[in-house]
């Protein structure tokens, strides 16, 4: 589990074909590296990678190629910048929300426009994510946990401030670039029940003594 706090940034060092999978070696700006272990989770653009090597400066991970197709992990090159969060562990404060690291899809910017000392960028989702997106609810964009600020159909608009502007990866997107969208999964749990209550009438009065 993550919470959509990026700790730091990457950079791609090497990213080998193997066969329709990829072995991506990344280089953190500022990770304690000297705590990862074998097997660790590290949320990498947003998407959940299990570290299969590392050293003090570098660490690899294996994507599938499905996770190719279906995320920006498939268009990366060598000098690309990441956004970086290491796995929440027991203890530490929840400062965004709760995020898998699982992409529902990917969104395309369709404007940036400065908002104050903030900006304001507005996406464009696929049809099948519209409906878990709620105003002032949250999405996590490339990894990133933020506040939606208005919704009007398949599109969505949020607030970067100058922080995470300068600090995350979002402060390079120009429009027309796609990013990965994870929503909100307390939305999915509820669509889930509601589907649940729907094909049961009934059931859902029934307690348990």
Same mark, same amino acid.
């Given at each position: ?9 990457? &950079? /791609?060092?090497q ?26 989770? /590290?949320?990498?653009?947003g998407?959940?990678?299990?570290? /299969?090597?590392?050293?003090e ?6 994507? &599938?190629g ?28 929840? =400062? ?8 529902d ?15 304001r ?16 609810? &949250?999405v996590?964009?490339?990894g990133? &946990?933020?506040?939606i ?10 607030n ?10 979002? =402060?390079?997107?120009?429009? =027309?670039?796609?990013?990965? /969208? ?9 669509e ?9 009438? =009934?059931?859902?009065?029934k307690?348990?003594?």
């Amino acid at each position: 589990m993550f919470t959509g706090i990026v700790s730091t940034t990457g &950079s /791609i060092q090497q990213l080998d074909m193997l066969n329709g999978d990829c072995r991506l070696v990344i280089k953190p700006r500022d990770m304690d590296l000297g705590r990862v272990r074998l097997g660790d989770s /590290i949320a990498v653009a947003g998407v959940c990678l299990t570290v /299969i090597a590392a050293d003090e400066q570098q660490f690899s991970a294996d994507v &599938s190629g499905e996770t190719l197709s279906l995320t920006t992990l498939g268009v990366l090159q060598t000098g690309d910048r990441v956004n970086l969060e290491a796995a929440l562990t027991a203890g530490e404060p929840l =400062g965004g929300h709760l995020v898998s690291g699982h992409v529902d899809g990917l969104a395309q910017v369709l404007e940036i426009a400065p908002d104050g000392r903030s900006r304001r960028l507005r996406f464009e989702l696929p049809e099948s994510l519209k409906k878990y997106i709620a105003r002032k609810g &949250s999405v996590c964009i490339d990894g990133v &946990s933020l506040t939606i600020n208005d919704v009007a159909g398949r599109e969505f608009d949020v607030n970067l401030i100058p922080l995470t502007w300068e600090q995350t990866t979002l =402060g390079g997107l120009l429009v =027309g670039d796609s990013v990965n /969208i994870e929503v909100d999964m307390l939305a999915r749990y509820m669509e889930r029940l509601l589907d649940q209550t729907q094909q049961s009438p =009934g059931q859902a009065d029934k307690g348990i003594c």
